[in-house]
């Protein structure tokens, strides 16, 4: 039998490209919205907006992978609680989300990363950033969880989409690894 770990392997990934990232430091990394997305379509048709949960989930992946390097992605990081996510603007197509996450705290079990949502958009002609939300977050490493649970051993995680986007940017911004 052919292990096939295909219907655990996420297929959206919610970020474009990370524009900085320091090692158990902090992360940005950014999300070109389109109206060629289908979700944008239904949310809401005549007046497409990014739904929030998806900002959520594309500053969770930039968190996860901020975490998940700080330990050189040896173990499985999950989102285990979102403490808080607030919103004060809606995204429209064509207009840049920037994901800035900065660790807060990490150890064995896992991290608390505080995160900041904004937009790149022109107005008025001229380029600028605009918040758009906070969300603050709670990983757990879940290979060393206090549960007992037993999870997979392939990294369901760190996938190869995740780890082929990160390696691209990683080289790109001369990003160095744990050697631990």
Do not use: C
Not at 33 to 40: F, I, N
Not at 77 to 85: D, E, R, S, T, Y
């Amino acid at each position: 039998m052919v292990n096939d770990h295909s219907a655990l392997i996420m297929r959206w990934i919610w970020i474009d490209k990370f524009e900085k990232f320091e090692v158990n430091v902090a992360a940005v990394a950014v999300k070109n919205v389109s109206l060629a997305e289908d979700h944008l379509h239904d949310h809401f048709p005549g007046f497409p907006v990014m739904p929030a949960s998806l900002m959520i989930e594309g500053m969770a992946q930039t968190s996860g992978i901020l975490v998940g390097a700080a330990r050189n992605f040896k173990e499985k990081v999950i989102l285990a609680k979102i403490g808080k996510a607030t919103f004060s603007r809606l995204v429209r197509p064509g207009e840049q989300i920037v994901y800035s996450a900065k660790i807060v705290n990490v150890n064995e079990t896992g991290a608390a990363i505080e995160g900041t949502i904004s937009v790149r958009t022109t107005v008025g002609g001229q380029p600028t950033e605009i918040s758009v939300g906070t969300v603050d977050m709670m990983f757990s490493h879940i290979d060393n969880n206090m549960s007992g649970m037993k999870f997979p051993d392939f990294n369901f995680v760190f996938n190869s989409q995740f780890m082929e986007l990160f390696e691209t940017y990683r080289r790109e911004l001369n990003v160095q690894l744990p050697t631990t």
